[in-house]
């Protein structure tokens, strides 16, 4: 079994800066790509930035020059630093991530149970 649990959500100005965390634990050989997505109230899911298991990263335009995606891959996380956060950016932060349980399985998309991030003008 697979869980990914998010941290450091929470309420912060606008301008202000958080990092979310989120760690991948259980069963896991390999992780491919992780990324974070958010869900404003009453829209869809959108992908925010993600991450190679080699470091490559990409990010939506309207994150650019903002947000910072990294991991860690001998701890099987992965954060995302958000810098000058605008009221736009509230949201709950979802962390997905390809990972295999066992050397014979498929890569399988794995999700947290998602953190709150407000930001208030």
């Known amino acids: 079994q697979v869980q990914l649990v998010e941290s450091g959500g929470g309420l912060v100005q606008a301008g202000g800066s958080l990092r979310l965390s989120c760690v991948a634990s259980g069963t896991i050989v390999s992780i491919e790509a992780m990324r974070w997505y958010r869900q404003a109230p009453g829209k869809q899911r959108d992908l925010v930035a993600s991450i190679t298991s080699d470091g490559s990263s990409n990010y939506a335009d309207s994150v650019k020059g903002r947000f910072t995606i990294s991991r860690e891959n001998a701890k099987n996380t992965v954060y995302l630093q958000m810098n000058s956060l605008k009221p736009e950016d509230t949201a709950v932060y979802y962390c997905?991530?390809?990972?295999?349980?066992?050397?014979?399985?498929?890569?399988?998309?794995?999700w947290g149970q998602g953190i709150q991030v407000t930001v208030s003008s």
């Open positions: 997905n991530a390809n990972i295999r349980s066992g050397l014979f399985t498929r890569f399988h998309d794995y």
